[in-house]
């Protein structure tokens, strides 16, 4: 089945950095794909590729198959939605709840009875509560609902989330991934998380992609890749979230300075002498020459 | 070392008084660490900047703050200012507005030491050097500019300065909220090992029960201005008693957990406006196993086990539900 | 809201005398061969300001001026602001050759000397209101252009224009509904400080001769009370009455114009 959303060959350059540099990734039909990587690491600018905010200096992005007509941005946006991490900051602080979410059917000529159903979808009932409220007189949690409320009018078929709940309070987080989730399963929506949390991958995600420095390094079922990661910095990334192991020495590195081989071997832990003249390919999965072969095939 | 009772703190608005703070009580021992876990709004950052007097001078503050006996509230503000300089420091979040943009972050660091320790601006450029070694920011970097480094060697220069005068007492709030999880882990680790090393207590404030429960022996979950459950750190995550330390605790789902695949947990409702809690259990709104009791009696912090205490009325019925 | 009450109130004290001006004044009054009043006199009975030179009541003369003088300030700023705020929130808008070419002219505009340009335009356009209306806006509009575009920067960094542009909204889209409503506060009150300095550009223009010479304005009263040598006789009733009410319409302005950035902030009306 064609996948509903695939970047191909992505890479997106600002000056000298490579943001992204060569990226494949698809969502299909109804799945959730958590985009994993620390700050940095591109996953903001693929994303907003994904949308179409950001033109790719090379490669190309494709909706059902067909490649993205940049002529042709605005019926795009129909079926593809942003959600962006900062709820307060998303919104207008000018505009009235019923105007934040009647924005995108206003703008698609579309019938704003939309708004009511889309605020209820969203959790925020009554509906008729919100209408005439502004921005600051909402809580964290419901302003981003307000702001998913705002893509649900258009019907979009997937969503691209960019760290929806990064700067939510912890026990509103699993409301609002409650919400994704339910899209999913009753709208049979698709959706890209982007993050840099693994438990929320854990949490709703089908697949999970690793992105590392502009590629990516890893992807595959949220178990494959959570349970028996193998790629090092995968590891390293679960070590850190659960505190086990010595964390990675280092700094995410600039990506104007992408280092020669595989981009990970001046932080792997366990990079040997060729890491740094070969830059391996994805395989299976897996970008990292380490990975044994008997466990690609 | 250091005994707070019963402080409040409450903030004069149009409406009347706003209670942020409503009571907290806690013991802290030298060498020691306290997680203090909470949402936002829920008075943590405030009670911990109570303890040393840095709220505006609109915040009134009742209580006691003993520090080594002495009470910190009342104590004369040249006594107060002795304490800050060497007994007790502050680790904010957000270390570039911390540090002065324009000068270099060895001075930075030596100030303190030339003030404090009344050494020659040579032995002070020799600890400066030696804290930031110790902190893993090279010590060559001691003239650089705080724009020249990262968020994460920001926030190690910041551990760094709070060292400078060998604290007994660090009070860290959200010392890496704004971190990436690598480099997140990174000052946890230093953070720790300081600690184990130099016998330093410390308070740390976070919003997020996975970095406490990694850094902290002991943890205090605050909900609306008031302790709700202390307790040691991994019984506590293992094993809430209280429903709300138990949705926290859900918030963060451990990677390889069947139960929480595919199944985020979450808190209906928002956290209340501390201005309109009324009598009973402030938690009692967003709490699936409220009762009668709950919306009316007083809550305490009744005992809950050994070391630990939580503040729900089920914990009395004796059974964990 | 006290400033409210004040700004607009002195506001509209000043509107209504200067529209219902004719229905008392008369050319008897204003026209120096008609009037009847004695010479530079002191404030007495009939006349609470005392008079000019010819022999008119300060006071007519301070009302009717007030005519012109509103006029061409508020007309200046008009031309002022919607120039000043298309090309800011143009130059704001498209970062790209469109917003550097805008900017350099705005430089180029701030360069010139605003006194001397505006004596040789009206030396070109001859003497007279339009002269001085077209002088100030065209020295006054870079100010409004330079602070229209960098609040323009700052609202097109928020995560709400990419919001907005995600859903499908256009330049002018993004312009209008979102940037235009978060800088209109700013206009508003840089507005109000602009037609505060447009009164007093038009009372230097005028004072240095460049008005019409028979109109009345306050400019050209502080121009004809000093030519008429008001200082060295020591006449103050003279000089003080149109400096006093520029001074009061420029407050005016002032508390209007913050009073008016308060009511349009959502989070602060919410509670006011």
């Known amino acids: 089945m064609t996948p509903v959303l695939e970047a191909r060959g992505l890479e997106i350059a600002f000056g000298r950095a490579r943001a992204v540099d060569g990226v494949d990734i698809e969502v299909r039909q109804g799945e959730i794909v958590a985009l994993v990587g620390e700050s940095g690491c591109g996953k903001s600018s693929l994303a907003r590729a994904l949308v179409g905010l950001v033109r790719p200096t090379r490669g190309e992005v494709r909706y059902r198959g067909a490649p993205l007509d940049y002529r042709r941005l605005k019926e795009y946006r129909r079926h593809v939605q942003l959600i962006l991490q900062d709820p307060g900051g998303a919104l207008n602080p000018r505009q009235t709840v019923r105007a934040a979410v009647a924005e995108g059917p206003r703008l698609h000529g579309l019938k704003d009875d939309r708004v009511t159903s889309a605020l209820a979808r969203a959790g925020l009932r009554p509906p008729e509560d919100y209408l005439g ?43 609002i991934l409650k919400l994704i989730l339910g899209l999913r399963d009753e709208l049979g929506m698709s959706a890209l998380v982007v993050t840099h949390d693994l438990g929320l991958a854990w949490n709703i995600a089908d697949r999970v992609a690793v992105m590392y420095l502009g590629r990516i390094v890893e992807s595959g079922t949220v178990e494959e890749v959570l349970i028996r990661p193998r790629h090092p910095y995968t590891r390293a990334m679960l070590a850190a979230a659960s505190g086990t192991a010595t964390p990675l020495q280092g700094e995410p590195p600039d990506p104007a300075r992408i280092p020669a081989g595989c981009r990970f071997h001046p932080r792997c832990p366990s990079r040997t002498d060729e890491c740094g003249t070969i830059d391996p390919p994805v395989l299976a999965g897996v970008a990292c020459h380490l990975t044994p072969l008997e466990e690609i095939s | 070392m250091l005994e707070v009772r019963d402080l409040t703190v409450s903030y004069g608005t149009r409406d009347g008084a706003a209670q942020a703070v409503r009571g907290v009580s806690f013991t802290l021992e030298r060498g020691q660490t306290l997680g203090v876990a909470g949402e936002s709004g829920c008075g943590k950052s405030t009670m911990a ?27 004369r503000w040249a006594r107060l200012r002795a304490v800050r300089w060497n007994a007790v420091s502050v680790v904010f979040q957000g270390a570039m507005s911390a540090l002065n943009p324009v000068r270099t972050v060895g001075d930075q660091i030596c100030e303190p030491i030339l003030l404090h320790d009344r050494v020659g601006v040579k032995a002070a450029r020799g600890r400066a050097a030696e804290l930031l070694e110790a902190v893993g920011v090279p010590a060559r970097r001691a003239g650089d500019y705080p724009h020249e480094f990262s968020g994460g060697q920001r926030q190690r220069i910041m551990i760094a300065m709070a060292l400078a005068c060998r604290p007994d007492l660090i009070v860290a709030d959200e010392p890496t909220t704004a971190l990436d999880v690598m480099v997140q882990a990174q000052i946890l680790r230093l953070l720790g090992d300081l600690v184990r090393e130099s016998g330093i207590g410390v308070i740390m404030i976070s919003h997020d029960l996975a970095v406490l429960a990694q850094m902290c022996e002991r943890l205090a979950v605050m909900y609306a201005g008031r302790i709700v459950e202390t307790g040691p750190a991994k019984e506590l995550i293992a094993d809430p008693r209280h429903p709300y330390t138990r949705a926290l605790a859900r918030a963060f789902p451990t990677i390889g957990d069947p139960a929480s695949r595919l199944a985020p947990e979450g808190l209906p409702g928002d956290p209340p406006r501390i201005a309109d809690l009324g009598d009973g259990c402030a938690f009692a709104p967003r709490c699936e196993s409220a009762g009668p009791a709950c919306r009316t009696g007083a809550m305490e912090l009744w005992p809950s086990g050994e070391g630990r205490a939580a503040a729900c009325v089920h914990v009395l019925e004796g059974g964990a539900s | 809201m006290r400033s409210l009450f004040w700004g607009v109130g002195v506001l509209a004290a000043f509107a209504l005398l200067a529209l219902t001006a004719p229905l008392y004044i008369g050319d008897a009054d204003l026209n120096v061969v008609k009037v009847t009043g004695p010479q530079l006199s002191p404030p007495v009975g009939g006349y609470p300001l005392g008079t000019d030179q010819a022999g008119r009541s300060v006071l007519l003369l301070v009302i009717w001026g007030a005519r012109e003088s509103l006029a061409i300030g508020l007309i200046a700023t008009a031309l002022t602001v919607l120039l000043g705020s298309a090309v800011g929130l143009l130059a704001g808008h498209y970062q790209g050759m469109i917003g550097k070419a805008l900017m350099h002219v705005t430089d180029w505009f701030i360069a010139l000397p605003s006194l001397p340009l505006a004596i040789s335009l009206s030396a070109v356009l001859g003497q007279g209101a339009a002269s001085i209306t077209i002088a100030i806006a065209v020295t006054s509009w870079t100010a409004t252009a330079r602070l229209v575009r960098a609040q323009t920067l700052a609202v097109e960094a928020r995560p709400f224009i990419e919001r907005a542009r995600v859903l499908g909204a256009g330049n002018a889209q993004v312009m209008l509904r979102h940037v235009l409503p978060n800088v209109l506060p700013l206009i508003l009150v840089s507005s109000t400080l602009t037609v505060a300095s447009a009164i007093l550009s038009e009372a230097t223009l005028t004072f240095l001769g460049l008005g019409d010479p028979t109109s009345v304005t306050w400019g050209s009263m502080l121009q004809a009370a000093f030519a008429g040598g008001a200082v060295t006789a020591g006449a103050w009733w003279y000089l003080l009455p149109p400096g006093v009410a520029i001074l009061i319409v420029v407050l005016g302005f002032t508390l209007t114009g913050r009073a008016v950035e308060h009511l349009l902030d959502p989070r602060r009306s919410a509670h006011a």
């Open chain 1, 133 to 175: 409220r502004y921005p600051h007189e909402l809580s964290g949690g419901q302003q981003q609902r307000v702001v998913i409320a705002g893509a649900l009018a258009l019907e979009p078929s997937v969503i691209v989330a960019d760290e929806p709940v990064a700067s939510l309070d912890a026990s509103v987080r699993g409301e």
């Open chain 2, 49 to 75: 900047l109570s303890l040393l007097r840095l709220l505006p001078a609109t915040a009134r503050v009742t209580g006691q703050v003993l520090f080594e006996g002495e009470d910190l509230l009342t104590a």
